[in-house]
């Protein structure tokens, strides 16, 4: 198998699995840095509900129109634009000057 070949090949799977980690951070993350961002804040326990609403809003925009994305970009150009997006998210975080 050429080189080039062989680099075809991988390109997708790469994309797939720094996605797949990029997107799954949020799962994973939320309830270890939530007690973080509440005492920054200020804020009491209710506040959470926020932000799981602003996350499921997030989530159902992207999955009713998931099939638009692929259709227009494909599969590689919608999951690398889907971990951009979420690495925005995340940086959206890590600069919020205050909770409202």
């Known amino acids: 198998m050429?080189?080039?070949?062989k680099n075809e090949r991988l390109y997708p799977v790469l994309i797939a699995f720094g996605t797949?980690?990029?997107l799954g951070l949020p799962g994973g993350l939320g309830g270890?840095?939530?007690p973080s961002i509440r005492d920054e804040f200020g804020l009491g326990?209710?506040?959470?509900?926020?932000?799981l609403l602003a996350g499921t809003v997030g989530s159902m925009a992207a999955?009713?129109?998931?099939?638009?994305?692929?259709?227009r970009w494909g599969m590689g150009a919608t999951?690398?634009?889907?971990?951009v997006f979420d690495a925005l998210g995340f940086l959206g975080y890590g600069f919020a000057p205050s909770w409202r």
């Open 79 to 83: 999951l690398l634009g889907a971990a």
């Open 2 to 5: 050429s080189s080039q070949k």
């Open 63 to 71: 999955g009713l129109n998931n099939g638009r994305f692929l259709n």
């Open 20 to 22: 797949f980690i990029i």
């Open 45 to 51: 326990q209710d506040a959470l509900g926020a932000l």
């Open 32 to 34: 270890v840095v939530w």
